[in-house]
T-cell receptor, first 115, second 113 residues
Framework: KAGVTQTPRYLIKTRGQQVTLSCSPI?????VSWYQQTPGQGLQFLFE???????NKGNFPGRFSGRQFSNSRSEMNVSTLELGDSALYLC??????????????FGPGTRLTVL | AQSVTQLGSHVSVSEGALVLLRCNYS??????LFWYVQYPNQGLQLLLK??????LVKGINGFEAEFKKSETSFHLTKPSAHMSDAAEYFC???????????FGDGTTLTVKP
């Protein structure tokens, strides 16, 4: 099975722009989560989707949004970019929503740099 | 709310020495615990996971972890460090009612020749 894929792998944007990141989960996985990783804050949960519905959201401003499609692929969007949005954005998929040992499988991430 | 605390942001060992990375958890329900490893510019890779079936869990690359409920700990060990083990390691607890996990701050492991 192919792993979790994320596109693009690298992005450079300027302040005020918006960006869309894409994530394709492992085939058959229906739950997708997004995380932001920075040296100062570590891994911070952004949001989680299951069956095209946002199930949980982390403590991020409304500039961060996402969606999930019927094929479980997910996108996240960041509008009005700020310098502090520079980070590695990780997508993770899991087979189901909750339950015992429901491990997440991570993609390689998208490295976003905001200038 | 669930949380994990990793003791020690940096651990340095010599090649061939024992690796011990510490993780303590807090959870109001039986926890689902994981260890992940991250190499530079890559995503996270699952090392091992705790299920209620066994308290001593064996993972990939010779790592293992022991779940100790009395100590609320899930420390990661490897008997003999290899240079290729140098990476960042994350302990995580998953939400039993969701797919997301809460991660510790990570421990960077350095292996000296």
């Amino acid at each position: 099975k192919a792993g979790v894929t994320q596109t693009p792998r690298y992005l450079i944007k300027t302040r005020g722009q918006q960006v869309t990141l894409s994530c394709s989960p492992i085939s058959g996985h229906r739950s997708v989560s997004w995380y932001q990783q920075t040296p100062g804050q570590g891994l911070q949960f952004l949001f989680e989707y299951f069956s095209e519905t946002q199930r949980n959201k982390g403590n991020f401003p409304g500039r961060f949004s996402g969606r999930q499609f019927s094929n479980s692929r997910s996108e996240m969007n960041v509008s009005t970019l700020e310098l502090g949005d520079s980070a590695l954005y990780l997508c993770a998929s899991s087979l189901r929503f909750g339950g015992e040992s429901n491990e997440q499988f991570f993609g390689p991430g998208t490295r976003l740099t905001v200038l | 709310a669930q949380s994990v605390t990793q003791l020690g942001s940096h651990v340095s060992v010599s090649e061939g020495a024992l690796v011990l990375l510490r993780c303590n958890y807090s959870s109001s329900v039986p926890p689902y615990l994981f260890w992940y490893v991250q190499y530079p510019n890559q995503g996270l890779q699952l090392l091992l996971k705790y299920t209620s079936a066994a308290t001593l869990v064996k993972g990939i690359n010779g790592f293992e972890a022991e779940f100790k409920k009395s100590e609320t700990s899930f420390h990661l060990t490897k008997p003999s460090a290899h240079m290729s083990d140098a990476a960042e390691y994350f302990c995580a607890v998953s939400d039993p009612n969701a797919g997301k996990s809460t991660f510790g701050d990570g421990t960077t492991l350095t292996v000296k020749p």
